[in-house]
């Protein structure tokens, strides 16, 4: 049996979508592809997005292996599934009959751009195509593979937090420091998700900007399912609130951390009692302690504005510990820095920099923590994704480009036709109608990632990383990626869809 939790993959859809086998027009072949229309929470200063997570999904629930006991199981549900516990229509005879001839796999052909592709907005991501009698199945898989928005926009948010370290770095940070630039924005957010699986999935969306993650189930998702056994996550040891107030004194619980892990890196919470005398008092009691074992201390702050309680335990470790001034001219503090974990955004992180940068700190004294910020708090709306049906060939052989067209609010066109998108001359992706380049293109970023069953060999991890990072930083900020050709066949349809509506 396969399916997720013993659930028949012929349920792991939303509930109208069996009902579509029975609605689509008589047809040979239909195409679907999947598109975010917007930047990150709307910004249209900045459409970019790092496209990441389809394989997951590939692996985990499309290449698997259709059973006649997963129909049997799912014919069960359907009979109890309309309204008034009645029987509710599925495709059943063509679900059987891809099983027997295509040995359980779904029949479709899915292609897709590389795994941490840098693009903008409107850049089809994938496309699907069915053909013959299964051409009514095009979007059966919808609700699966639209669940790619999660990953894609975790990377793309992790992502732009870089963009502001780095800005800090350029600015405060010497080259022998960038080293240091990996696991300055850190993943919290394991404990903030709705299951174990978003854990790994958005978990590893993160990983592909940054190395600094308490996620372990991604960490070690990546580590030995993606990457050849190649350690990608890092953490170091820290005490938690619980820690720090089981002891009779917050000196007994930081001189136990010393003791048992001082001579390498390691965190500390301050603020289960009195951040300010923790800071004032506390910590110069154990710096002798401290320094004898030689480690890195880390301090975190936990409640209280950021920027003030950051600002806070820089200058206090400044004060006992010292620092040095680097040759940009800013304070690397001895053996010790600040995380800033709670409730951190993308604006506070600005606020944080730029103040630490004003005293005459170098960036290079601050990591940051995020979790729900990172993992929880978007949706598929913060980027607006969605999968739309965009070509169909009738049963009589006449060809069809669709388009969506929402007279009440532009935003949520969708592009007509059959698509690739292949790089211009300063390396953007541009989206073309299929029919005016070569078949089977080599410079086509959309490829075939999994076709009635066959899927390809994926990149490991390691290469994904270095796309992601190569590829985002040369696209500009925002860009026209719709080719005149396509721009043209837009134009058309939308001319068509008026001609029609006046009839």
């Known amino acids: 049996m396969s399916g997720f939790l013993g659930i028949p993959p012929a349920v792991l859809t939303d509930s109208y979508k069996p009902t579509h086998a029975f609605l689509y027009p008589d047809s040979i072949k239909s195409v679907a592809y999947g598109e975010f229309r917007c930047g990150y929470n709307g910004d249209k200063e900045d459409t970019r997005l790092l496209f990441y997570g389809i394989r997951y999904i590939i692996d985990n629930y499309i290449s698997v292996k259709w059973t006649l006991q997963d129909v049997e199981l799912a014919e069960k549900f359907y009979e109890t599934h309309n309204a008034g516990y009645k029987k509710f229509p599925f495709p059943k005879d063509l679900i059987l009959k891809f099983i027997k001839e295509n040995n359980g796999y779904f029949p479709v052909k899915i292609e897709a751009l590389p795994e941490g592709t840098a693009c903008h ?6 496309q699907i195509t069915a053909e013959n009698e299964y051409a009514v199945l095009i979007t059966f898989l919808e609700t699966l593979i639209t669940m790619s928005w999660y990953p894609t926009t975790v990377a793309t948010l992790s992502r732009r937090a870089r963009d502001v370290v780095e800005q800090a770095y350029n600015d405060t940070v010497d080259e022998d420091g960038y080293w240091s630039l990996e696991n300055r924005l850190h993943d919290f957010g394991f404990r903030g998700c709705t299951s ?10 993160h990983l592909i900007n940054f190395t600094g993650s ?3 189930s991604a960490g070690y998702y990546i580590q030995f399912k993606l990457n050849n056994g190649k350690p990608v996550a890092s953490s170091i040891p820290a005490t938690e609130h619980s820690v720090m107030t089981a002891h009779k004194t917050e000196k007994d619980a930081i001189l136990r951390m010393i003791d048992k892990f001082g001579s390498g890196v390691f965190a500390c919470v301050m603020d289960s009692f009195d951040y300010v005398n923790a800071l004032n008092n506390i910590i110069p009691s154990i710096a002798a302690q401290k320094l004898e074992k030689g480690g890195f201390m880390v301090l975190r702050p936990d409640s209280g504005d950021q920027v003030e309680v950051v600002m806070m ?14 040759k940009k ?4 503090i001895n053996g010790c820095s600040v995380i800033q974990g709670d409730a951190v955004t993308i604006e506070s992180m600005k606020k944080i920099l730029n103040a630490a940068k004003e005293a005459g700190y170098s960036a290079q004294n601050i990591a940051f923590g995020m979790g729900a910020g990172l993992l929880q708090k978007l949706n598929r709306d913060t980027m607006s994704f969605a999968t739309k049906l965009c070509h169909i060939t009738y049963a009589d052989g006449t060809q069809r480009d669709i388009m969506k067209s929402p ?3 532009s935003s949520k066109i969708s592009l007509p036709g059959e698509f690739v998108v292949k790089r211009n001359e300063h390396g953007v992706p541009i989206v073309y109608p299929k029919e005016i380049c070569a078949e089977n293109d080599p410079e086509n970023l959309l490829r075939v990632v999994y076709d009635h069953g066959k899927v390809i060999e994926w990149d490991d991890f390691d290469t994904i990383r270095e796309r992601a990072a190569k590829e985002w930083s040369c696209l500009p900020h925002c860009y026209d990626n719709i080719s005149p050709e396509l721009q043209t066949k837009i134009a058309k349809c939308i001319q068509e869809i008026k001609s029609r509506l006046e009839k």
């Open 407 to 409: 007279k009440t609010e």
């Open 121 to 126: 907005v409107h850049t089809p991501v994938y």
């Open 214 to 216: 308490d996620t372990m």
């Open 329 to 332: 001219g800013y304070k690397l």
């Open 196 to 205: 174990i699986e978003q854990s790994v999935i958005g978990g590893s969306a």
């Open 313 to 326: 335990a820089l200058r206090a470790a400044d004060k006992v510990f010292g620092s040095t001034v680097n």
